[in-house]
T-cell receptor, first 111, second 112 residues
């Protein structure tokens, strides 16, 4: 089957750097996306990696390595407002728009 | 700046009742989705639609049906609710070109 695995929870302190990993088992996909979801809120798009390598958007960066079947989201200069759940997602090439989401990682930022 | 709206934020229903959840997007997107979100399970796709009147089953379609009569509107129907359908339901849309899904605020459904 196709699946994306993420750690269930990560804790870090304000100002630190944290990496959230996403390992996947899928035969082929168009790209790896990341979404942020605050408690009680809707998921919002953060980044997208179509190709291997690093994509940087402000304090957030995302990385993809197809040969290693994994990607990660890197959050720098952590702020309390970064406390949220983070999901990776892919759209397999075998289907139409059947996106697969990871199980999600809950990030807790401590003061 | 509202992009995707859902008809209700919270619903409480009794077992066996019919539930109709509506989602509207204003971005002229072809593709719309219904997900349910449960703790520890992430987002699971129930159904999606790639055009008016066109639909495709997701990973967990049992107990659900959908309707898309207009491009901007995608409805999720629970004909006879059961307690295991207590969940957060999220609607999303995406254009043919692009990789960002836009999500609605979600509907928290409780079936008692």
């Amino acid at each position: 089957g196709q699946s994306l695995e993420q750690p269930s929870e990560v804790t870090a302190v304000e100002g630190a750097i944290v990496q959230i990993n996403c390992t996947y088992q899928t035969s082929g996909f168009y790209g790896l996306s990341w979404y942020q979801q605050h408690d009680g809120g809707a998921p919002t798009f953060l980044s997208y990696n179509a190709l291997d390598g690093l994509e940087e958007t402000g304090r957030f960066s995302s990385f993809l390595s197809r040969s290693d079947s994994y990607g990660y989201l890197l959050l720098q200069e952590l702020q309390m407002k970064d406390s949220a759940s983070y999901f990776c997602a892919v759209r397999p090439t075998s289907g139409t728009y059947k996106y697969i989401f990871g199980t999600g990682t809950r990030l807790k930022v401590l003061a | 700046d509202v992009k995707v709206t859902q008809s209700s934020r919270y619903l409480v229903k009794r077992t066996g009742e019919k539930v109709f959840l509506e989602c509207v997007q204003d971005m002229d997107h072809e593709n719309m989705f219904w997900y349910r979100q449960d703790p520890g399970l992430g987002l699971r796709l129930i159904y999606f639609s790639y055009d008016v009147k066109m639909k495709e089953k997701g990973d967990i379609p049992e107990g659900y049906s959908v309707s898309r009569e207009k491009k901007e509107r995608f409805s999720l129907i629970l004909e006879s609710t059961s307690t295991n359908q207590t969940s957060m339901y999220l609607c999303a849309s995406i254009g043919t070109i692009g990789h960002e899904q836009y999500f609605g605020p979600g509907t928290r459904l409780t079936v008692t």
